[in-house]
């Protein structure tokens, strides 16, 4: 599977997979029933889908513009401590305000989802290109019939 099919698909699964497992996670961590904890794992996934978005391009952005090109390991990791960051200072206050709990509670919530999602994204990548396939961008260039599998 390929092209945007391959995008709709991944995202959907993605976000759903996540949306279930955090509302599971934040009831057991907020002490909230399953409607608000899951009310909150949507709006959590909206809001990390625009800053997603918003950031990638901001941070396209200023790379474009450095005279070194290419994604060095420092700037890899200046670019996800800057992700998480900014997603980090955008929904403790939200949780804070939706489960009516103090700022610090929210910021250990946010933390306990982060190592989720460290864990969950990195599983979720690999099973995924286990079932679909690799996109063609990450396939080796092919010798002869030999088939591509997802390794």
């Given at each position: 599977?390929?092209?945007i099919?391959?995008k709709?698909?991944y995202?959907t699964?993605?976000?759903?997979?996540?949306?279930?497992?955090?509302?599971?996670?934040?009831?057991?961590m907020?002490g909230?029933?399953?409607?608000?904890?899951?009310?909150?794992?949507?709006m959590a996934s909206?809001?990390?889908?625009v800053?997603n978005l918003?950031?990638?391009s901001?941070?396209?952005w200023?790379?474009s513009?450095?005279?070194?090109?290419?994604?060095?390991v420092?700037?890899?990791?200046?670019?996800?401590?800057?992700?998480e960051?900014?997603?980090?200072?955008?929904?403790?206050?939200?949780?804070?305000?939706w489960l009516?709990?103090?700022?610090?509670?929210?910021?250990w919530?946010?933390?306990?989802?982060?190592?989720?999602?460290?864990?969950?994204?990195f599983?979720f990548?690999?099973?995924?290109?286990r079932?679909?396939?690799?996109?063609l961008s990450?396939?080796?260039?092919?010798?002869g019939?030999?088939p591509?599998?997802?390794?």
């Open positions: 599977m390929q092209g099919k391959r709709v698909v995202v699964l993605y976000e759903a997979i996540a949306i279930a497992v955090a509302t599971v996670g934040l009831m057991a907020s909230q029933g399953a409607v608000r904890s899951g009310v909150l794992s949507v909206a809001i990390a889908v800053w918003a950031y990638n901001a941070f396209e200023w790379e513009r450095q005279l070194t090109k290419g994604r060095s420092m700037r890899r990791v200046a670019h996800a401590i800057g992700f960051g900014g997603l980090a200072a955008i929904l403790v206050p939200v949780f804070a305000w009516d709990v103090s700022l610090w509670q929210a910021l919530m946010d933390l306990g989802l982060l190592v989720f999602f460290l864990v969950y994204t599983v990548n690999w099973t995924f290109d079932v679909f396939g690799l996109p990450a396939q080796p260039a092919a010798t019939d030999t591509v599998t997802a390794a």
